[in-house]
């Protein structure tokens, strides 16, 4: 019998990326040193196991963190522009990986081939957009108080970043770390999600090329796997001044303390709870193309992902049924297939989060409109694959207040004003993203006002997961308030320095002070 990995082309692809049976999961560079107990990495869409990686032990961080503080020294030194002819080089090697490693995170992590593809593809983005910010890091100058004095911010490389990433974005969160720290002049330390630790084999061996080929020092990204034992030596670790951390808010919660405690800085991107308003101008075709590749796509697993819908009462009938009747167009099953549009869940304790998501809405009185369930039988041998379900729910009900990361939307009816809408959608810890659809001017504008969406990312007229690189992403209130990728988010991986020069031969006082000796 052919097997998925063999149908798909997955061993030339796993070989194309260097990994073998038993793979090292701690590296510098070139070298390797894992010590550690065996992870293995099973494959959702199949239930098969695809290799095994070996975990840092403290040695091992230890050896990595010497490394990397090393070749700190030098990398800060090389000037700004030529560390962006690396990152371009780096996006070069995933340009003529694509392939290979979007199916790789396809098969380890469940979200469709085209999603695969298009992960990779923000990899492939951010690097371009480092290359030409390597050239504008820009600081200000100021006009001084004193005469024939200057006055002049720059920016300087902060040291050993540590990135700890999550499963649901196993390559492209790490990308955008990444590339935006080398050109800032830092050096990188990362744990990927235990979830998927070949994508993160798979990247630092491409990465290793790159260091090998331009002479580089070996420090400059390490690679350290295993649970959050491995994440909290980093946490911990007064050598790493900036952490930057993807996952649950519960995760952030316990990173920010640790990293706080020494007051180092971090980056969170954590969980979202994230709404798409329909009000009686939304174009419902629209609606229905955004909504639902909001909440199925990457089987509800995004940051992203929607999870509710707030329509007016004036349409509510029209819009449910439009969306109900597309829940039943959705081909569920193995994402490598194209046919298919939603994958499995990346394991069976998602599907438990899942089913008791289901349970719980009903529970506290909501109706379900698509009706979920595990699915079993050929195709669906893994446990996996769940039918995105749909429920009618209030705001105020404790689960849907939850993120649950899986395809499960809520939807909830408003009526009067968008202020009514605004208000529900706010009315979540979260604040990661949120949509509107409408073609009225009014609506969409409050929506954008200060009095309108409290996330990270509003959006009219489209979806709320699907975020370009090119703008700062991430969210306030439980979603950490960190901000990756585009726009200036460069800034927080450098230190910013002030410096007042004085050209003449007096030395005035800031303030009008006297003080003559
Ligand atoms: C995440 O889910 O953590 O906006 C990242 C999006 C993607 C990134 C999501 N560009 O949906």
């Known amino acids: 019998m052919i097997t998925i990995a063999q149908q798909f082309g997955m061993t030339e692809a796993l070989q194309q990326l260097g990994i073998h049976t038993i793979n090292e999961g701690t590296s510098t560079g070139q070298n390797h040193f894992s010590n550690g107990e065996l992870l293995e990495s099973f494959s959702p869409v199949d239930g098969q196991l695809i290799a095994t990686v070996k975990t840092s032990t403290i040695v091992d961080y230890e050896k990595v963190m010497q490394t990397a503080t090393e070749a700190f020294q030098s990398f800060r030194t090389m000037p700004a522009p030529q560390r962006g002819e690396i990152v371009r080089q780096f996006g070069e090697k995933l340009r003529k990986n694509k392939e290979a490693l979007g199916k790789l995170v396809s098969y380890e992590m469940g979200k469709s081939l085209q999603e695969g593809y298009g992960e990779v593809q923000e990899m492939i983005d951010i690097c371009d957009f480092a290359v030409g910010l390597s050239r504008q890091l820009h600081g200000l100058t100021m006009h001084s108080e004193r005469p024939g004095h200057r006055m002049y911010e720059q920016y300087h490389p902060l040291g050993v970043v540590g990135i700890i990433s999550a499963f649901n974005f196993p390559v492209a969160v790490w990308a955008w770390n990444t590339a935006l720290a080398w050109i800032s002049g830092d050096v990188c330390v990362w744990k990927p999600s235990e979830k998927t630790p070949l994508c993160g084999v798979a990247c630092q061996n491409i990465i290793a090329q790159v260091i090998k080929e331009n002479n580089l020092p070996e420090g400059i990204s390490c690679l350290i796997n295993g649970d959050y034992t491995v994440g909290a030596l980093m946490t911990n670790d007064k050598r790493i001044p900036l952490i930057s951390a993807t996952g649950s808010t519960r995760m952030g919660k316990i990173v920010a303390q640790a990293v706080a405690s020494r007051l180092g800085k971090s980056l969170l991107e ?14 419902i075709k629209m609606t229905v193309i955004g909504a639902v590749f909001g909440a199925v796509g990457t089987a509800g697993q995004r940051c992203t992902s929607t999870r509710r819908l707030i329509i007016h009462e004036s349409i509510y009938e029209k819009v449910k049924d439009a969306i109900v009747s597309a829940y039943g167009q959705l081909k569920i099953g193995n994402p490598l297939d194209q046919n298919n549009h939603v994958g499995p869940l990346i394991d069976l304790h998602a599907v438990e989060m899942y089913k008791n998501a289901l349970s719980k809405v009903v529970a506290e009185g909501g109706k379900v409109l698509v009706e979920g369930g595990v699915l079993s039988g050929e195709g669906y041998e893994s446990g996996c694959y769940v039918k995105p379900a749909i429920a009618e729910a209030d705001n105020s009900f404790e689960i849907v207040q939850h993120e649950t990361f899986a395809p499960v939307l809520y939807l909830l009816r408003y009526s009067g004003t968008v202020e009514n809408a605004i208000q529900l959608q706010n009315g979540v810890a979260q604040g990661l993203s949120s949509a509107i659809m409408t073609n009225n001017l009014r609506e969409a ?43 200036d988010a460069w800034k927080i991986y450098m230190r910013r320095q002030t410096n007042t020069i004085n050209y003449t031969t007096s030395l005035p006082l800031a303030q009008g002070i006297k003080f003559d000796l």
């Open 270 to 283: 954590l969980g979202g709870n994230n709404a798409i308003i329909v009000t009686p101008d939304a174009d």
């Open 445 to 487: 504008e409050l929506f954008l006002s200060v009095v309108g969406s409290d996330c990270g990312i509003a959006n009219v007229n489209i979806g709320t997961s699907g975020a370009e690189i090119g703008g700062a992403f991430g969210g306030e209130k439980e979603t950490g308030g960190g901000r990756e990728s585009g726009s």
